[in-house]
């Protein structure tokens, strides 16, 4: 298992763009599929992207679809979420998320996920 920190939140304008960071610790990161999945106030927690564990495929929610981007760089166990023309919906706590189970697929439901960060607060402003 790995420990799982994220970094990057903070408040934007809509419109606005960040960058959130998660490092893993641990020699299993490069062997986990990885994902970001948020929860806003009052919701249920959504998987926003996901990406396989070699960074070949990789899967959106049809509302962040072409503005969000997440990577993940396994020599440095850090998986990135990048967030361009951020909008007030997008306002959540964001949670870095591990799947340990060997899969060479995404996990695009939040329970596939049994690693979890603490989560990182992103507020947008309208």
């Known amino acids: 298992h790995v420990q799982l920190v994220e970094s990057g939140g903070g408040l934007v304008q809509a419109g606005g763009s960040l960058r959130l960071s998660c490092v893993a610790s641990?020699?299993?990161?490069?062997?986990?599929?990885m994902g970001w999945v948020r929860q806003a106030p009052g919701l249920g927690r959504e998987v926003v992207a996901a990406?396989?564990?070699?960074?070949?495929?990789?899967y959106y929610t049809p509302s962040v679809k072409g503005r969000f981007t997440i990577s993940r760089d396994n020599a440095k166990n850090t998986l990135y979420l990048q967030m361009n023309s951020l909008k007030p919906e997008d306002t959540a706590v964001y949670y870095c998320?591990?799947?340990?189970?060997?899969?060479?697929?995404?996990?695009?439901?939040?329970?596939?996920?049994?690693?979890w960060g603490q989560g990182t607060q992103v507020t947008v402003s309208s």
């Open positions: 998320a591990g799947r340990s189970h060997p899969s060479n697929d995404y996990a695009y439901t939040e329970r596939q996920y049994d690693q």
């Open positions: 990406i396989t564990w070699g960074g070949g495929s990789s």
């Open positions: 641990g020699r299993t990161f490069s062997t986990y599929a």
